[in-house]
């Protein structure tokens, strides 16, 4: 019978086994980590660099000022931090405004209610009048095409499906209901609705409408859509109920623009011995206009400059060309990301490694993966190096949206898991402030990608 | 060579090789347990009942109103419940006040500056003019009592060692800093000193001054002492590094009274099989005045009262007598726990655990554990059980302030783990509010706990 039997104990009796991992490297690996998260809670940046760019400079959707404003601030303190290399590379991303805010009312026994709604990125605008139309409210695409085009061309599809608030992964839940945000008007248009309304991707009850990318089907009618305060969808569902005849208003004036010029933000730490390879850490740097985007994600890019500054201040000497990149243009088009794959593809540049964080500045709890088996394995394999951190999760998730299209170039990719429990109700919404930053959470998860960069760098993957 | 090794996989085959608990058992368990956790997340109530503990009531300061109120509250809450029995249990407890705000400043070169202090738990008020002297700056007691009564008397002694920053559970920093706040008047006025100012138990820098409990030695004069916000301290340093003769003022008001009469609130499911057998699962409902003891500790109480409206929601039967116990007096005085041991064992009572929340309503992550080395290793064998919903810190750490005494009965003391990122941020200060309660990890914290007392209720420990 086996008593007192621990994991930690298990594992590092596994990984002494290889012989790349003797007890010595553990103990200089342990050392030097220790000393990454003593530098990033005693002295850390990123706090300080996040306030800026979310207070001062605030929401950034691409092509915005506030875009341009957090493309030369960024540049500016990777040059203050006196990185090897500072670059902007040239994207061209898509132009979408919301215009002035937008209204919208229920109509139900005579009343008028006002509610709250955000445009959806990507939506047309209603006319200058606004639209109002009964209302049909659905739970999902397939409840939808049962009810057929007879009952709901000429009204509003209201997409009304929760976030699965059982999912532990608040990740998994947003999964579950985001077909309703990005294929919803599309769908509805189909069956010859004038407009679609969204439950906001959130598992609390309150005012914020959270808004978010959508995408209209080819050959299909171009429908305005918007997301609707949870309250407010709650209200809504109430009032169909009472009153079927229930009528929705609404009146958005958003926008797209012509393509516009951005740029990914680029600081480097140039390798030694291996300096061919590149290993990338980043996050992205536009947001949503309706916050601030200091979870999503001013916390990955700060985290991602505060990762090389450690191990820079820590004298730290890197066999490969660490990158802190700055991708822009995740939220709707994702062209910063493909953008510098491309250009590494076409510079025939080699990617070891990308780590990315983008799911908020919350408490790290471990890595994602997405690569081979053996590269899992060796992940896990750095488990009694983590877990003095609280890094107990490696290898559940992936990597992330910017570092995507690197995996196709043989790039092992990794995503920063985070705490998920509050993410969303600050995603994509006007309560995603940096008042919702915790300091110390902010600086672990730096730390967390300083030394998984170390662990990378020293050992390869 | 061993390659994918798992954790989670060397435990589930460590569990199995236990003969009470086989594949069915661990099948049944882990189906209740997700019923537990699905029902907290869906239907949960203890949001809206810290809510009202919170904002309608606020600070629940032993002896005051707002702890008379929350003893109602929580008694007609669990009396809505239909627990099978709710009952009060008297508590002597001492009962000190604050009185008017308090007035501090630093006066250097002329200048006279505001900054924020708030009288300890327990101190003296000063004369109604207030005191004012120079200001000798200490890290610690050993500096405090080399420097030796020459330098000390007629001062203000202003104890200035920070929370380490660096400790990565931040309960073990304020456990590295909190004995300026105890006993730094009693140790500055054995050198003569006539006040004690000490920085704020927090990492943050912010204008909020942290109160808490502190004790006067006997035989030595009772000075008054407050403490100072963080970035008040940062400020008073630096103008004693730029001018030594610095001096401080402050005023303060607080007062003991009498002792006075309150209540341990009770709320109990009756046992089965093994009725005799208690099983205690509580939070303290006193509070510190400068906030609405959101944190410290409403979320401990409504998690306890939630965790047995889980398991008698699920319809579940348990063996033994399960108590969600409110405890008075946690935090000046420790009547409330004290009260409850005492009448335990005058009356014969068995207890076999008790489980306390008191660290904060924040992602759960495991529990800590006052036993034997075989109630450990039993409560780690329930790891599978516990790792899907994050814990994973089982058997760091201890109980809990209130259920110490238990302890000394035999019951196994078990402590609610959450993340610790954030809970010096509001510890004690005006900052504990409704705000800073996530409604999820609430619940998940309050689930934890249910699945904690059904473990030990169908297993025994």
């Given at each position: 019978?086996?008593?007192?039997?621990?994991?930690?104990?298990?594992?590092?009796?596994?990984?002494?086994?290889?012989?790349?991992?003797?007890?010595?490297?553990?103990?200089?690996?342990?050392?030097?980590?220790?000393?990454i998260f003593d530098e990033a809670l005693t002295n850390g940046k990123p706090y300080e660099w996040l306030r800026i760019l979310s207070t001062d400079i605030g929401g950034r959707l691409s092509g915005s000022e506030g875009a341009a404003k957090a493309v030369s601030y960024t540049e500016k303190v990777m040059k203050e931090e006196n990185f090897d290399r500072v670059f902007l590379q040239p994207v061209k991303v898509?132009?979408?405004?919301?215009?002035?805010?937008?209204?919208?009312?229920?109509?139900?026994?005579?009343?008028?209610?006002?509610?709250?709604?955000?445009?959806?990125g990507g939506s047309v605008a209603t006319p200058v009048e606004g639209i109002q139309a009964e209302v049909i409210e659905v739970q999902n695409?397939?409840?939808?095409?049962?009810l057929g085009k007879e009952k709901v061309a000429g009204k509003i599809v209201f997409f009304n499906r929760p976030m699965d608030p059982t999912k532990l992964n608040t990740f998994d839940a947003y999964a579950g209901a985001v077909d309703q945000r990005g294929n919803g008007a599309t769908e509805a248009?189909?069956?010859?609705?004038?407009?679609?309304?969204?439950?906001?991707?959130?598992?609390?009850?309150?005012?914020?409408?959270?808004?978010?990318?959508?995408?209209?089907?080819?050959?299909?009618?171009?429908?305005?859509?918007?997301?609707?305060?949870?309250?407010?969808?709650?209200?809504?569902?109430?009032?169909?109920?009472e009153n079927p005849k229930t009528q929705f208003y609404f009146q958005q004036n958003c926008e797209t623009l012509p393509m516009a010029d951005s740029h990914n933000v680029i600081g480097e730490m140039k390798g030694g011995t291996h300096a061919s390879e590149i290993i990338v850490v980043g996050g992205h740097l536009d947001s949503w206009d309706l916050g601030q985007g200091a979870h999503d994600d001013g916390s990955g890019c700060v985290q991602a400059i505060e990762a090389l500054r450690l191990l820079k201040k820590l004298g730290y000497t890197p066999k490969r060309t660490l990158r802190a990149v700055m991708f822009m243009n995740e939220e709707n088009g994702l062209r910063g990301g493909i953008t510098y794959a491309d250009s590494a593809s076409a510079k025939k540049e080699m990617h070891l490694a990308a780590i990315?964080?983008?799911?908020?500045?919350?408490?790290?709890?471990?890595?994602?993966?997405?690569?081979?088996?053996?590269?899992?394995?060796?992940?896990?394999?750095?488990?009694?190096?983590?877990?003095?951190?609280?890094?107990?999760?490696?290898?559940k998730g992936g990597g992330g949206a910017d570092i995507?299209?690197?995996?196709?170039?043989?790039?092992?990719?990794?995503?920063?898991?985070?705490?998920?429990?509050?993410?969303?109700?600050?995603?994509?919404?006007?309560?995603?402030?940096?008042?919702?930053?915790?300091?110390?959470?902010?600086?672990?998860?730096?730390?967390?990608?300083?030394?998984?960069i170390y662990l990378i760098d020293t050992y390869g993957f």
């Open positions: 019978m086996i008593k007192f039997i621990r994991p930690a104990f298990l594992l590092v009796t596994a990984v002494f086994a290889q012989p790349s991992f003797v007890q010595s490297s553990f103990q200089k690996d342990s050392t030097f980590i220790k000393k898509p132009h979408w405004v919301r215009g002035k805010a937008e209204t919208a009312f229920i109509f139900v026994n005579d009343k008028k209610i006002s509610v709250p709604i955000a445009a959806l695409f397939l409840e939808l095409r049962a248009a189909k069956l010859g609705a004038v407009g679609a309304i969204v439950r906001s991707m959130t598992t609390r009850l309150d005012d914020f409408p959270h808004t978010g990318g959508m995408r209209y089907g080819v050959g299909v009618p171009l429908i305005p859509t918007a997301a609707i305060s949870t309250n407010g969808a709650e209200l809504l569902s109430k009032s169909l109920r990315e964080s983008d799911r908020g500045g919350f408490t790290p709890l471990g890595f994602g993966i997405v690569g081979t088996a053996e590269q899992k394995t060796r992940l896990i394999s750095w488990q009694p190096l983590f877990s003095p951190y609280g890094l107990h999760e490696l290898g995507g299209p690197l995996g196709q170039q043989g790039a092992v990719l990794l995503g920063l898991i985070p705490d998920s429990q509050r993410y969303f109700d600050y995603h994509h919404a006007a309560s995603d402030t940096f008042e919702a930053i915790s300091k110390r959470e902010l600086e672990m998860g730096a730390a967390s990608m300083a030394a998984m």
